[in-house]
């Protein structure tokens, strides 16, 4: 049986020489070892994977917590990106958050 994935909360995104830079919030009752969410990534609609935050250890007393990645080169004309979310037993989300961006 899956148990609910990590929930993405909240998301902001900013444009720099170098890329967009991600910050994105996640809430999952992580249990320690044995069970929590251990990264995210960054999808165009059709699956692409633009970028893939891992996530190293758990956050038991940290929740919900924020994690960045930046460097992500997003295409000029895509407009909306996806996050998806991961922890280490259910492996990736089934569903992805749409994000327009600024």
């Not at 994935?5 to 996640?26: H, K, L, M, Q, Y």
């Amino acid at each position: 049986m899956f148990a609910d994935p990590p929930e993405i909360t909240n998301v902001t995104a900013a444009s720099g020489a170098n890329g967009w830079r991600f910050d994105v919030t996640i809430a999952h009752p992580d249990t320690g070892w044995d069970h929590y969410a251990d990264g995210w990534r960054i999808e165009t609609e059709d699956g692409q994977v633009l970028g893939t935050r891992i996530l190293a250890h758990p956050h038991v007393n940290e929740q919900p917590f924020t994690r960045s990645l930046a460097n992500v080169w997003i295409p000029p004309e895509i407009t909306t990106i996806y996050l998806r979310s991961k922890d280490n037993i259910d492996g990736w989300s089934k569903t992805a958050v749409a994000f327009e961006l600024p």
